[in-house]
C-alpha cells in the first residue's frame, strides 16, 4: 500500500530529524584508534625513558621533589601533553572529514552542548591534577585524569552516539582501580587512553564508518 | 469504529513542516538558520511553513539582536506539542 509507506517514511525521516537536531554524529572510530596509538605510545616512551634513567614509576612516586625527580616528572607531563594534543588534533581532523563527507555541519548548537559537556569534567579534573601534582601528589596524577576523562565522556554520552558511554565507564573503573594501585599507575594509563581507545575506535568504525562507506 | 486515518494531522502533511515540529519537540528555542541547515531548505519556503506552524499556534517565536544581527528562535507550544503528539501515534497506529 502506498499509504503505508509514506506513513513509515515519515516516521524514519522524524526519528532521523530528531536525532540529527540532538546528537553529533560525526565522530570517527580512526579518531579512537588514532588516540589509542598515540597513548600506547606516550607509554612506551615513558617506560624507556624511566628505564634509561634507571628508574621506576614506582620509585618515582617516593622521590622527594627535587633534581632527582624533577626532570622524569617534567619527561611524563610533557609526554602526556604532546599525546593529548595529539589525539585531539586527530579526533577534530577525523570529526572534520566525516562530517564534510556525509554533508553535516560541524558547527552546531549540538557541538557546542557536546563541547561544553566534556570541558567541564575535563578542565576541572586537569586543575585537579596540577595541584595535586604540586602538593606531591604525583601518584594521583595518572589515575585521576582517568577518572575524569571518564566523567566527561560519560556527561557527553547524551549528545552523541552512546558507545561513549561505555568507553567512560571502562575509564572511571580503571581510573579507581589505578587510585587503589597507584604504583602501576602509568600500566593503568596506557591501558586506558591506549587500549580502550583502539577497542572503541574498531567498534565504531564497524558500526557508523563502515557504513557509510559503503553507501557511497 | 475510530478511524486512525482522521486522526492524522493534514497541517503536518509537508515534509517541511514535519520536520520543523520534530526539531523542535526534542529541542528548545532553535534558530532560523539551524532548521535551514538541519531541514535542508531554502529561507522562503522553510519561512512560509514556519508562519503558517505559527499561526496554529504550534510555535512561538522569539525575535532578538545577537552582534547587531537579527536572530529569531522557535519553541514548541504545548498545543504544538500535543497535536505533534497525536499525529505520531496515529502514524505508529496505522502502520500496526
Known sequence: MKKTEKHLHDLNEIRQIMERSTKFLSLSGWAGILAGILAILGTAAAFLYLDNRAISYETLLTLPQGDTASAPLSFLIADAMIVLVLALSGAVFFSYRKAKKSGEKIWSPVTKRLLFQLAVPLVTGGILVLILAGQRNVHLVAPFTLVFYGLALVNAGKYTTREIVWLGIAEITTGLAATGWSQHGLWFWGAGFGIYHIIYGITLYHKYDRKTVTHG | ?96
Do not use: C
Not at chain 2, 5 to 26: Q, T, Y
Not at chain 2, 35 to 62: F, P
Open chain 2, 1 to 96: 469504529m475510530d478511524n486512525p486515518i482522521k486522526k492524522l494531522n493534514k497541517d503536518f502533511e509537508s515534509r517541511v513542516r514535519l520536520g520543523v515540529m520534530s526539531v523542535l519537540s526534542v529541542n528548545e528555542w532553535v534558530d532560523f538558520n539551524t532548521l535551514k541547515d538541519l531541514l535542508e531548505v531554502t529561507d522562503g519556503n522553510l519561512a512560509s511553513h514556519i508562519r503558517s506552524l505559527e499561526t496554529n499556534g504550534y510555535l512561538e517565536v522569539k525575535k532578538q539582536f545577537v552582534a547587531r544581527k537579527p536572530k529569531t528562535s522557535y519553541n514548541i507550544t504545548q498545543k504544538g506539542k500535543r497535536a505533534f503528539g497525536e499525529h505520531l501515534s496515529a502514524l505508529e497506529s496505522l502502520l500496526q
